[in-house]
C-alpha cells in the first residue's frame, strides 16, 4: 500500500492491486470483513491504517483464517473482563488469551462464581456488543501504565507490566473498560456476533501450584450463530462420549484416590475388552514374524544412565529405590531390557531383521494437574517393539510397520490420520549424518507409501527422529497413538551388534515403535470413538437373551448354554420384569444383539433378534444367530 497524496494503492500477496482514498479502503476492508490486516507481515488493528508508511503490503485477516479467529476470540475475552468487571467491580483480571477452539480469562474474585452469575455475565457481554463501542489502541510509557494499573488495583497486570522491558506499552479501551494488551483486536465490539461462555475451571496463576488459585471462565465466539451452534452440539455429542462418564456407566474401569492418582483399575468389562485387544495384537505379531517377550517392572539405575533416559528424561522418571545397597528404577520404557535380550546371543548378518514386540508396563511421572482420566496417567501399557536390523534393511522395515500399523488402525474402525515427521530437537545425542539418514529412511518410507505428511521441526525423540500418526475418531478429533522411531544412538551406547558377511562385526539399526501408544489411551480413545457401543468382536457381552415370560425360561436357558459353549460371550435374563424393560436394560449396557423368546418363539424354535440401535432382524433359528455372531465376531465387526 502506497499512501502518496489522496490515493491509496494496495498490494495484495497474490499480486492485485487496488487503489482508492483512505476511507474507500477502510470500507472495502469492511466488506471483506476484515477483523485485522497483515501488513508487512505483521498484525495490526484496522484502525491503525492511517498511521501506515510509504510502499507496504497488506493483506486482510478475516475470521476464516487462523490468526482471524485468534483475534476475534481474544477480543471476545474482553468483552467478557469488561462485562465481569462491571459485575463485579472488584474482580482483579489475570490473563485472556484465545485458545484453539475459544478463549478464557483468569479472575480473582471474592467468591465463586455459579451458572446464574455466567448467564448475568452472558448478558451483559451481549449489551456491550450491541452498543458496538470501537477498540481504541493507545501507546503509553510504561510508568503511566503502571500507575493505572496500581491504581485500579490490578496487581496481576502490575505483575505482567514488570516483565516488559520496553518503554511503552499498548493499552485497549472500548466503553470505558481498558486493559493491557498487544493487540491486535476486531475494530468494534459489534464485530462479535456469535459466541457462548462454556464453563468455570479454576486455574493456578501463571500455572504454579505455589500460586493463588483464580477462576478461569472458558467461552467461544464464532462469526456466524449457524456455526455456534453446530460447535456446541459437537460439545454436547463429546460430552456424551466421555470416557469417564462411560467407564463409570459400563463399569469398564476407575481410578481410586487410595490406590494413587494416574493408575487405571481394570473392571472386568474392561479387562475383557483389553484381553481381546491383546489376543488380537499378538496373533498378528506373531504372524508378522515378531517374537514376544516379557521383561521385568524395574532395573539397576545405571542401566537408565547408560540408555541416556537419565540425562533426558529425568523429570519423567520416579525416585530410585534402595535394594542390598544399589540403586533400582521402575521402568519408564522398555527398550534397554531387549537390548539385553538381543546381545544374549550372538547374531549373523543372516537373522537380522529381529523384532522383539511386548505388551510392556512402563511407569512416568505426569504432574497432577495434566492427568486426565485414561488418556494422560502415570502407568500404562505400551504396545512396544523394537525391530533390529541392517542398514540396507531399513527402509523395507518401516515400510512393513507403515502397513502393519494402518491394518492395525484400521481394525478398530480408523481410516482418516494425519501423519507426522518429526525432526532433531534441540538436546539430542549421536552425530548429524545418522540423524540425516534416519531421517531420509523415514522420508524415503513414506513417500513409497503414498503418505502424505506434515513436518514437526525439532519434536524428534532425543535418540532419533521419528513417524508420528494421529488418528481420526469418528467426531474428527485427532489423537496421537503411533510412534515409529529410528535410532543410531542405543546400538552405540549398548554395544550392540552383529557379524556381518565380511566376518566383521556391525553395528545394527534399532526401530522402535508403539502402534496404539498405550492401551490405556488407545482404550480411552476407542470408548469416545465408539460412543461405548463396541463392535461385536470387542463387546465384553455379544448378545442378551431375554424372556418375555417366566414360562419361556427353560428354552431361553437352553439357547444361551449353547451360545455360551460356542464361545459367544452371552448374557440370560430370566426374570420376572416386562420384556420392555429388559431391552431397555440390555440397550443401556450396549449389548449389540438381543434375543427374544415368547409363546411363539418356543413354538417355531426360533428367536426374535433385534440390535442395540432398535434394529429389527426379525425371528431366526439358533444356527442362524449363531452364524451371524460368529461372522462378526471373526470380521472384527
Ligand atoms: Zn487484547
Ligand atoms: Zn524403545
Known amino acids: 500500500m502506497r499512501n502518496g497524496g489522496s490515493g491509496i494503492i494496495i498490494k495484495y500477496p497474490d499480486g492485485k492491486e487496488v487503489s482508492g482514498t483512505l476511507s474507500e479502503i477502510e470500507g472495502k476492508l469492511k466488506k471483506a470483513k476484515a477483523v485485522a490486516v497483515r501488513v508487512n507481515g505483521g498484525l495490526q488493528d484496522l484502525s491503525q491504517l492511517g498511521h501506515l508508511g510509504d510502499e507496504v503490503s497488506l493483506e486482510t485477516v478475516t475470521f476464516d483464517s487462523p490468526e482471524g479467529k485468534e483475534i476475534y476470540r481474544h477480543s471476545t475475552s474482553h468483552i467478557m473482563a469488561h462485562a465481569v468487571k462491571t459485575l463485579f ?7 485472556g488469551p484465545a485458545t484453539v477452539e ?15 452469575d455466567i448467564e448475568h455475565i452472558e448478558k451483559k457481554m451481549g449489551e456491550i456488543i450491541n452498543e458496538n463501542r470501537p477498540f481504541n489502541r493507545r ?6 501504565a503502571e500507575r493505572f494499573f496500581k491504581d485500579a488495583g490490578e496487581e496481576y497486570k502490575v505483575e505482567l507490566l514488570k516483565e516488559i522491558t520496553d518503554e511503552s506499552v499498548s493499552v485497549y479501551e472500548e466503553g470505558g473498560f481498558m486493559d493491557l494488551c498487544r493487540g491486535p483486536h476486531v475494530p468494534s ?6 459466541f457462548k461462555l462454556l464453563s468455570i475451571a479454576g486455574a493456578y496463576w501463571r500455572g504454579d501450584e505455589k500460586n493463588k488459585m483464580l477462576q478461569r471462565i472458558y467461552g467461544t465466539a464464532f462469526d456466524r450463530e449457524k456455526d455456534l451452534k453446530e460447535y456446541l452440539s459437537f460439545l454436547e455429542e463429546v460430552k456424551k462420549r466421555d470416557h469417564r462418564k462411560l467407564g463409570r456407566e459400563l463399569d469398564l474401569f476407575s481410578i481410586n484416590d487410595e ?43 545405571d542401566l537408565w544412565n547408560r540408555s541416556g533416559h537419565l540425562d533426558f528424561y529425568r523429570e519423567n522418571m520416579y525416585s530410585p529405590m534402595e535394594i542390598e545397597g544399589v540403586d533400582y528404577e521402575i521402568k519408564p520404557m522398555n527398550c534397554p531390557f531387549h537390548i539385553s535380550i538381543y546381545k544374549s546371543s550372538l547374531k549373523s548378518y543372516r537373522e537380522l531383521p529381529v523384532r522383539y514386540a511386548e505388551l510392556g508396563t512402563v511407569y512416568r511421572y505426569e504432574r497432577s494437574g495434566t492427568l486426565h482420566g485414561l488418556l494422560r496417567v502415570r502407568g500404562f501399557t505400551q504396545d512396544d517393539a523394537h525391530i533390529f536390523c541392517r542398514e540396507d534393511q531399513i527402509e523395507d522395515e518401516i515400510l512393513n510397520i507403515l502397513d502393519f500399523t494402518l491394518f492395525i488402525l484400521k481394525t478398530f474402525g480408523f481410516d482418516s490420520y494425519d501423519v507426522y515427521l518429526s525432526t532433531r530437537p534441540e538436546g539430542y545425542v549421536g552425530n548429524l549424518e545418522n540423524w540425516d539418514r534416519a531421517t531420509n529412511a523415514l522420508i524415503q518410507a513414506m513417500e513409497k507409501k503414498g503418505l502424505t505428511y506434515e513436518i514437526d521441526p525439532g519434536a524428534g525423540v532425543f535418540y532419533g527422529p521419528k513417524i508420528d500418526i494421529k488418528v481420526k475418531d469418528s467426531l474428527g478429533r485427532a489423537w496421537q497413538c503411533s510412534t515409529i522411531q529410528v535410532d543410531f544412538n542405543n546400538p552405540e551406547r549398548f554395544d550392540v551388534g552383529f557379524r556381518g558377511s565380511d566376518g566383521k562385526e556391525h553395528r545394527p539399526i534399532m526401530i522402535h515403535r508403539a502402534l496404539m501408544g498405550s492401551l490405556e489411551r488407545f482404550f480411552g480413545i476407542l470408548v469416545e470413538h465408539y460412543a ?38 452371552t448374557v440370560l435374563n430370566i426374570d420376572n420384569e416386562k420384556i420392555g424393560h429388559k431391552i ?9 444383539y438381543l434375543g427374544i423368546i415368547g409363546d411363539r418363539e ?12 432398535g434394529e429389527d432382524l426379525g425371528a431366526m433359528t439358533e444356527d442362524a444367530l449363531m452364524t451371524r455372531l460368529k461372522e462378526d465376531i471373526t470380521r472384527r465387526r
Open 259 to 301: 490406590i494413587g492418582a494416574g493408575l487405571i483399575l481394570w473392571h472386568p468389562n474392561g479387562a475383557l475388552i483389553r484381553k481381546t485387544i491383546e489376543d488380537f495384537w499378538r496373533n498378528e505379531h506373531l504372524k508378522a514374524d515378531y517374537s514376544l517377550l516379557y521383561t521385568p517392572h524395574i532395573a539397576k539405575l
Open 189 to 194: 465490539t459489534g464485530t462479535v456476533r456469535a
Open 89 to 95: 467491580p472488584k474482580a482483579k483480571l489475570a490473563i
Open 532 to 569: 461405548g457401543a463396541f463392535p461385536v468382536w470387542l463387546s465384553p457381552v455379544q448378545v442378551a437373551v431375554l424372556t418375555i415370560a417366566e414360562r419361556h425360561a427353560n428354552h431361553a436357558s437352553a439357547v444361551a448354554e449353547r451360545l455360551k459353549s460356542e464361545g459367544i460371550r
Open 102 to 116: 475459544g478463549f478464557y480469562y483468569d479472575f480473582d474474585l471474592d467468591r465463586p462464581l455459579t451458572p446464574e
Open 602 to 613: 418356543v413354538a417355531e424354535t426360533r428367536i426374535s433378534v433385534r440390535k442395540r440401535s
Open 584 to 592: 431397555r436394560e440390555a440397550t443401556i449396557r450396549k449389548i449389540p
Open 139 to 144: 501507546v503509553i510509557s510504561k510508568t503511566e
